[in-house]
């Protein structure tokens, strides 16, 4: 059979995917629709300016300092501002809450309230952005918890199994977004030329792992279950056979990447930092939204001692531990840690 050369219907854009999505769903109103369709654009926003950051002068700090003591690079600061621009007067959210802000936001008295809370990380990896490394974008979305009326910081500290979509958008050599509503994995790359996420990873399942990733330059600071977990990855001792390790200190991008190769990525709790002793990642902008996707691809996500998405935050910005991806590497820290971690220590 020849093919019709104009057929476009095996073309699926980021638009009709998450409508048919909604199907799954009979009582869904759409609002979560748009609400994907925003960060969608938001992703686009976003994307055309980091390709173009060093020709808009973009790069550098700003003066600011941001919650977590870090400085505030300018690039986050726009990512932080097109997010919360492109959501906060539709009527489908009723607060916002950044990794960049110490505080939530409510939505302005001008606009309506929606019944959606959006958590979400501009810009992860920023200090890979000066060093033309890939960047990301992570969010998560919950229902409030409350019925009307102002929001209150409590409605954000959910357990990500709370989760009703989670996703992330990686600003590499191409652009791609991720998402589950709950219903698997998928993934779309833009197309710069039709300004269109195009479905082009339908269905998302972790392999069997091939990688390892991990800042080894903290090993010393490590638990000794930690440790050991490490090198039975590196194949010592002969539990299974070792594993490449890859490392760009972008988590979305280890986690895309060992999400479609294979892989775990962790970030330990460590004894370098007195002031982070349950390691350096946010369990709401970070950890939870990856572990829903994570399991929604087959993989597993743990903060050493059990699912991270049983873990109800304890503030805004409560670090984590995360060990992330295939299943069976995953549960294996945990049993690492238990066998030699007295008390099961974060
Ligand atoms: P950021 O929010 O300041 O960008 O920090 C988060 C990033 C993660 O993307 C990455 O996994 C980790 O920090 C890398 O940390 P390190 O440089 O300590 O290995």
């Known amino acids: ?51 173009r950051a060093g020709l808009a002068e973009i790069l550098g700090r700003t003066e600011d300092i941001n919650i977590q003591g870090e400085t505030v690079m300018k690039l986050d600061r726009f990512a932080d501002l097109t997010i919360s621009r492109l959501t906060d007067h539709t009527g489908r959210l009723a607060g916002l809450a950044s990794e960049e802000n110490a505080e939530f936001m409510p939505i302005p008295d001008k606009y309506p309230m929606g019944k959606y809370l ?7 990896g920023s200090s890979n952005v000066d060093y033309n490394m890939p960047i990301g974008t992570i969010f998560g979305i919950y229902k409030r918890t409350g019925e009307d009326g102002p929001v209150s910081v409590s409605e954000f500290l959910q357990p990500g199994r709370k989760l009703v979509a989670s996703g992330y958008i990686a600003y590499g050599t191409s652009t791609m977004f991720v998402y589950t509503a709950g219903h698997g994995v998928h993934g779309f790359t833009l197309d710069p030329h039709v300004g269109e996420f195009l479905l082009s990873h339908p269905d998302i399942k972790i392999p069997p792992a091939k990688y390892f990733s991990v800042n080894l330059g903290y090993q010393l600071y490590w638990s000794k279950g930690v440790q050991a977990y490490t090198e039975y990855l590196q194949g010592r001792g002969g539990g299974i056979k070792g594993l490449s390790l890859r490392y760009i200190g972008t988590l979305v ?12 990525f962790y970030y330990p709790a460590d004894s370098k930092d007195p002031q982070l002793p349950t390691g350096k990642l946010r369990l709401l902008y970070e950890a939870a939204p990856l572990a829903f996707i994570a399991e929604q691809a087959g993989g597993y996500a ?13 503030s805004l910005h409560h670090r984590t531990p995360l060990y992330i991806g295939n299943k069976d590497l995953v549960e294996k820290v945990e049993e690492f840690i238990r066998d030699l971690d007295s008390s099961g220590s974060l």
């Open 253 to 264: 991008s280890d986690f895309h990447r060992n999400l479609l190769a294979g892989g775990v």
């Open 118 to 124: 959006l958590v979400f990380d501009p810009l992860d």
């Open 1 to 51: 059979m020849v093919r019709d050369p104009v057929d476009n219907s095996s073309i699926i854009t980021i638009e009709r995917h998450i409508l048919e999505e909604q199907a799954f769903h009979p009582k869904a109103t759409g609002v979560l629709t748009n609400i994907l369709y925003d960060l969608a654009l938001a992703g686009k926003v976003i994307a055309s300016k980091t390709s």
């Open 302 to 314: 743990s903060d050493g001692l059990g699912p991270i998405l049983d873990v109800k935050p304890s």
